[in-house]
């Protein structure tokens, strides 16, 4: 894996979105895969105050989520549709009927699964993913476990991942109990992945992710399987490296 150090947030924020924009340069009707949570803010920021002065355009572009709570859909202002519209899609001009979020409120949700691992195929693959980490090693909502889930699946979430996403919620009980999120299989089938991770409190597991055996337990760990994975962290998320 490639480790890129950050100088700061707003750094990690302009060095993965120039890596976007070189990609939407190659290829107008790129894929992009899209995370969720405070990491990567900082790069959609980036994305909608650059496009224009680049000549890009995000009118082809094509996007899919990793993940969504269970329950939620863009009405709900703490729902991942409502996350993504708000720092990026409400910003640029893409076409909403391109942009993927699992839907959290569906009536079945194995039929869901499926249509979200098809809806991919569609796209053509997903060309750059960008992945956060949790501070248990969770990429996506793939939790610490005896086994890496292959496809999109139902995940129950752990009290950790509820506890730590409780910030986004009026208390620890509102935040849900299970998410639909992509599996490791899905996420590895990206042709580029960049993995961004900020703050002393990933340290750890970022440590783990670069240095140790690949194991389930640091669902992130699996990335060393993948060719072309760019790491692009701070100081302190670098510190027990
Ligand atoms: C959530 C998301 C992950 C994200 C993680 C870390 O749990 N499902 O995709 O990587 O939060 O978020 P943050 O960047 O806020 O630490």
């Known amino acids: 894996m490639k480790v890129i150090q950050a100088d700061n947030y707003e750094d990690l924020g302009k060095i993965a979105g120039e890596m976007i924009f070189r990609q939407m340069e190659a290829k107008d009707?790129?894929?992009?895969?899209l995370?969720?949570?405070?990491?990567?803010?900082?790069?959609?920021?980036?994305?909608?105050e650059g496009y224009q002065d680049r000549n890009l355009s995000f009118s082809k572009v094509r996007t899919v989520n990793l993940?969504?709570?269970?329950?939620?859909d863009g009405s709900n202002e703490q729902s991942y549709r409502y996350f993504m519209n708000k720092h990026l899609f409400n910003k640029v001009d893409i076409r909403k009927e391109f942009t993927e979020v699992p839907n959290g409120k569906c009536e079945d949700v194995e039929q869901e699964c499926l249509r979200y691992e098809k809806r991919i195929e569609e796209?053509?693959?997903?060309?750059?993913?960008?992945?956060?980490?949790?501070?248990?090693?969770?990429i996506g909502f793939n939790e610490p476990g005896n086994e890496f889930i292959c496809d999109t699946h139902v995940v129950q979430l752990t009290e950790d991942t509820r506890k730590v996403n409780a910030r986004f919620f009026d208390s620890a009980d509102s935040?849900?109990?299970?998410?639909?999120?992509?599996?490791?299989r899905t996420i590895l089938k990206a042709r580029k992945i960049i993995l961004a991770v900020y703050g002393v409190k990933k340290a750890e597991a970022l440590a783990g992710v670069l240095k140790d055996r690949v194991t389930p337990w640091l669902p992130a760990s699996v990335l060393q399987f993948h060719?072309?994975?760019?790491?692009?962290?701070?100081a302190g998320a670098l510190s027990k490296c």
């Open 29 to 33: 009707d790129s894929v992009l895969g």
């Open 35 to 48: 995370a969720t949570g405070e990491t990567p803010v900082g790069i959609y920021q980036y994305l909608a």
């Open 175 to 184: 935040v849900p109990e299970q998410a639909i999120t992509m599996g490791i």
């Open 67 to 72: 993940d969504e709570y269970i329950g939620m």
């Open 227 to 234: 060719p072309d994975v760019t790491v692009i962290a701070d």
């Open 123 to 138: 796209f053509g693959g997903i060309d750059i993913q960008i992945l956060g980490m949790g501070e248990n090693g969770h």
